[in-house]
């Protein structure tokens, strides 16, 4: 165990929690993918790969075959789906470990086809269909032939299909609207073709908060497949934010809202007021003060001197950096909380250590303590508040915790 005082508690009973109550928002009809990919959103997989597993997941997301390996290797149960494809030799890898794989390229289909042929065994794969982010997936006109290699001699096997919405936090709902209606005709394509995919997936956090798992169940119904939705940010106890914001009350009369076909879409749907209720945030980050010190009227802090004391001032410095991802675009920008209280970062944050102005916190001492993300005394720093303070967004902050932070479950 490292003695490095900067660290972040998980809340494993939370992110179960978290995890069956977003399944009651699909279920009945459709089944949830825990989106795990990126060390769970840097809250450690090894934490939360097994918290979600205990509380129901039948899948794992993951992003690459490293994260789905290792995934395996602490639950040996749940589908694992690495959704960025498998790259040149890793396809013996996906094969050993039972991965499942997105595809939507030739030589993808190359790697796995060749691999799985070798060890004798069938490979799964989730066909990525491109409804409009021009990212991963394969257009509509080349499905064809990409459905093809999935001939009864080959041992790729069509496990399912998939798209990425990839404006499901936009309230109008227009983009996913025609997202959904290329998805469809795309897996019109798929039965057409005779191949029975058990799985639809599309959707993440905002599309399954927003209560449309349904929608994506009715699709995957008609043509005779199982539904899943891949939540992610959601998992960790945050909701993403809806633009325009949906209204909390009365549904409203915008001559932008009478345009849309839908103006009901202003509203804020139930389900996402009851996640407001619900979910909680998974993950507290601290420090501790290591040192705190009285400075004259004058004295400058920090590399550069970019804050100088206005009156004799009582400074901590505490032992987190810009090594442990902890921004250094925050300097003289934000606030830590300490004994309950915000305490204003004082000039640049360093490689190992920044600090704090306590002048107004009486009583702080080494050893102390400090909240850099999360709740302490009936404070709160969100992670929107760190990712407004740095011009990002909550899944970045979470990624960016450093390797050095300690994951400890609580
Ligand atoms: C990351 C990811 C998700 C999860 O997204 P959230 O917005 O965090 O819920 C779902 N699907 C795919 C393909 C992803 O890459």
Not at 126 to 150: K, N, Y
Not at 260 to 286: D, F, G, H
Not at 365 to 381: A, R, T
């Amino acid at each position: 165990m490292t003695t490095h005082p900067c660290w972040v508690e998980i809340r494993t009973r939370s992110l179960e929690d978290n995890f069956r109550f977003l399944l009651s928002l699909a279920a009945p009809h459709a089944e949830l993918m825990a989106v795990v990919k990126a060390n769970a959103y840097g809250h450690s997989l090894e934490l939360c790969a097994p918290a979600v597993a205990r509380a129901g997941a039948k899948w794992l997301g993951v992003a690459t075959v490293e994260e789905g390996v290792a995934a395996r290797a602490l639950c040996p149960e749940p589908g694992v789906l690495v959704m960025c494809g498998a790259f040149p030799g890793q396809g013996a890898a996906v094969v050993e470990h039972r991965l499942s794989a997105v595809a939507w390229q030739p030589w993808q289909l190359d790697e796995l086809e060749g691999t799985a042929r070798m060890a004798g065994k069938t490979v799964p794969v989730h066909v990525e269909i491109d409804t409009g982010m021009s990212r991963q997936g394969v257009s509509l006109d080349e499905l064809g032939s990409l459905l093809a290699r999935f001939h009864p001699g080959s041992p790729l096997r069509l496990e399912g299909v998939m798209t990425h919405l990839f404006a499901a936090d936009e309230a109008d709902g227009r983009v996913t609207e025609a997202q959904l209606a290329l998805l469809e005709e795309a897996t019109g394509k798929v039965t057409d073709a005779g191949l029975n995919p058990e799985w639809l997936h599309a959707g993440s956090s905002p599309t399954l908060v927003a209560g449309e798992a349904e929608r994506i169940a009715a699709l995957a119904a008609r043509h005779g497949m199982k539904a899943m939705l891949r939540p992610g940010l959601a998992l960790y106890g945050v909701i993403p934010q809806f633009d325009p914001q949906f209204e909390p009350s009365k549904p409203s009369k915008s001559s932008e809202s009478s345009k849309s076909s839908k103006s009901s879409k202003s509203q804020e749907p139930a389900s996402l007021t009851a996640a407001r209720a619900r979910l909680q945030p998974v993950l507290t980050w601290k420090t501790r003060v290591a040192g705190v010190r009285t400075v004259p009227a004058g004295a400058v802090v920090g590399y550069n001197g970019t804050f100088v004391a206005t009156e004799p001032m009582r400074l901590a410095l505490v032992a987190a950096g810009y090594a442990d991802g902890f921004d250094r675009r925050l300097g003289n920008h934000f606030s830590l909380l300490v004994r309950g209280q915000r305490a204003p970062l004082a000039g640049r944050i360093s490689m190992d250590s920044a600090v704090v102005d306590v002048t107004e916190i009486p009583g702080v001492e080494p050893g102390d303590e400090v909240v850099i993300l999360g709740e302490q005394g009936g404070e709160c720093i969100t992670a929107f508040d760190h990712a407004e303070a740095t011009g990002t967004i909550p899944w970045e902050v979470f990624t960016r915790i450093g390797p050095r932070v300690l994951r400890v479950a609580v």
